[in-house]
């Protein structure tokens, strides 16, 4: 059975621990900022709010991972979670995690399987 699916951006547009991509996702009966990024050579997308409070993550745009890259940051409040389970390791929302979505990678585009996306 087919899921619907949408295109978010070429592979290309995502460099490993380089800046992401933010696109709007419907979610929860509302439309949501959303974001993908690559680590680990693998895609990985989240809701691009903040576990501690529902703010946008990245300033300047597109800018999710701290210096190192290895780590995804608020720009709020400097809490950090790991890019590829959107687990918070450090600040004031430690514990909590981002709200993954379906994305993956296939023939040279980054993918976002609607369907997939239905979280509590």
């Not at 709007?24 to 949501?32: C, N, Q, Y």
């Not at 890019?83 to 430690?94: I, N, R, S, V």
Request: aromatic residues 10%; proline residues 6%.
């Amino acid at each position: 059975m087919d899921q619907p699916t949408r295109i978010i951006c070429a592979s290309t547009a995502l460099a490993e621990g380089g800046k992401g991509v933010k696109f709007v996702i419907h979610h929860r009966g509302r439309d949501e900022p959303g974001f993908v990024i690559r680590y680990d050579g693998k895609v990985h997308g989240y809701i691009n709010n903040c576990a501690h409070i529902p703010v946008e993550m990245d300033w300047p745009e597109g800018d999710f991972f701290d210096d190192s890259g290895l780590y995804l940051m608020c720009s709020v409040h400097g809490a950090t979670y790991e890019p590829d389970t959107g687990h918070c390791t450090m600040g004031p929302c430690k514990g909590d995690s981002l709200i993954p979505l379906h994305v993956y990678e296939h023939d040279g585009n980054i993918y976002l399987t609607e369907s997939g996306n239905h979280h509590g």
